[in-house]
């Protein structure tokens, strides 16, 4: 099921940064598709790869870069700001599981 979910994820990254190319109101919603959508598919990508040794932390990936990039997506399309304030958990999400990753692989 992680494969599936980082799969559509990829593709939703992508889809954002056409987007953000071609159909942005502005260069500040340009700007956060293309993070949104960066991070995303760096993390889609990641999580496919370590999915098979490393499920908690694949998890917490696509978690993570799901909550960083939707926020940033939602302001992108004319959400609120202070939806802002909720991307640094995304972040923080994604940090968590770089580690948690690292720390599996470490123990071996």
């Not at 040794?53 to 978690?63: K, N, S, Y």
């Amino acid at each position: 099921m992680i494969g599936v979910f980082a799969a559509i994820s990829a593709a939703v990254a992508v889809a954002a940064g056409a987007f953000g190319a071609h159909g942005a109101a502005g260069p500040q919603e340009a700007e956060w598709l293309r993070t949104g959508g960066l991070y995303q598919l760096i993390h889609a990508v990641a999580a496919i790869a370590i999915m098979g040794t490393a499920r908690g932390p694949a998890i917490m990936l696509l978690v993570g870069a799901a909550l960083f990039a939707a926020t940033l997506y939602a302001m992108a399309l004319g959400g609120p700001r202070w939806l802002g304030a909720v991307t640094p958990i995304g972040g923080t999400l994604l940090i968590i599981g770089w580690l948690w990753a690292g720390w599996l692989y470490w123990r071996g």
